[in-house]
DNA sequence: TTATATTTTCAATAAGTTTTGAAAATTCAG
DNA sequence: CTGAATTTTCAAAACTTATTGAAAATATAA
């Protein structure tokens, strides 16, 4: 396999993952380029080598800056801009956790701390069952928040390894 | 608000959620109808309660049977066949994480494997560069693959009380 | 300022995914 | 067995999401 190929790959596979975790497969490719370039890449750039056409590739392009994995990078001279991606694979994971955190897990707290606030008798086993469950739901998600809150502010890579000494 | 709204928001954000992460918002749904049910429920009460046809409802109670987030319950005497949901969340989460690394993650960590094993100049930068980007991604998948693992196993709700400690 | 390169927007369209519903298969009580 | 109840399947239709491409907006060099 060659560099052109095994690139390609990455790229397909990289699309297919972020596809099945509801990431449109065209950013996940996009990204995936951006993360295997050597040096930053315009739009015409990124639009040739996905076979995408400009539309799609700026829109991708932006949201893929709006989630702080992307970079505009400017070359003096040159009309164009210039896209890089962040390449450490820890920061990548971070910024990816908190932003899917903030957009889609937070409201889902903010919901399930609503509900739980229900009229009827305390006792029935109907609303007590379901109170339970649901503060269960609750707080786990609470739980789980405060560890990526923690994760994410630990910006160091190292932490990564030291906590990981935790699983043998 | 009384139960039935509540439950009726429950299932309409679990369903959100769900199909933010990749998962069909109908199953989301039928998992979340049978999380907040007091007893176990026949397809008949699935498909009203949810308004869908049989066919969608049978395909998604047997993709939640095959994720074992939900089991079949058979009630002597009665022909029908009666469905309820695994309600401890520690489990509930622990069964989505193996399936999803499982189905998604290993698939996408042996391609990466694949790919380093590449042909050309070990020295060019730009084969230097691809590679060890890869070779990060790798490590770093490989980390989380164990991390997940060792989670699973600890089958345990107490293993996790103890494992948030470490998140003040 | 002006002409041109570049980026952005968005309505139309294409592609992909989910749902339906009726027919086929299966199950089981009598 | 038989036949009614139940579950399963799957092609067609409905719905959702992504993509295109050309026009509008913006930026910049001269």
């Not at 590739?57 to 932006?62: E, F």
């Not at 928040?145 to 890579?157: G, L, P, S, V």
């Amino acid at each position: 396999m060659d560099l052109k190929e095994a690139k390609q790959q990455f790229i397909q596979s990289w699309g297919v993952l972020g596809s099945q975790w509801g990431i449109n497969r065209t950013m996940a490719q996009v990204h995936a380029l951006l993360l295997v370039a050597s040096q930053p890449l315009s739009t015409d750039e990124i639009m040739e080598q996905l076979s995408i056409s400009r539309g799609n590739a700026n829109m991708n392009i932006r949201e893929l800056m709006s989630w702080e994995l992307v970079q505009k990078v400017i070359v003096p001279g040159d009309r164009k801009e210039y896209f890089c991606a962040e390449k450490d694979i820890w920061k990548v994971s971070m910024r990816i956790m908190y932003e899917r955190k903030k957009r889609e897990l937070d409201p889902m707290v903010k919901v399930l701390s609503t509900i739980n606030h229900l009229e009827g008798d305390k006792k029935d086993p109907e609303i007590k069952a379901f109170t339970e469950t649901v503060e269960n739901i609750r707080k786990f998600a609470g739980q789980a928040d405060k560890m990526m809150d923690t994760m994410i502010k630990a910006e160091e890579n190292w932490f990564w390894g030291s906590f990981l000494k935790l699983f043998k």
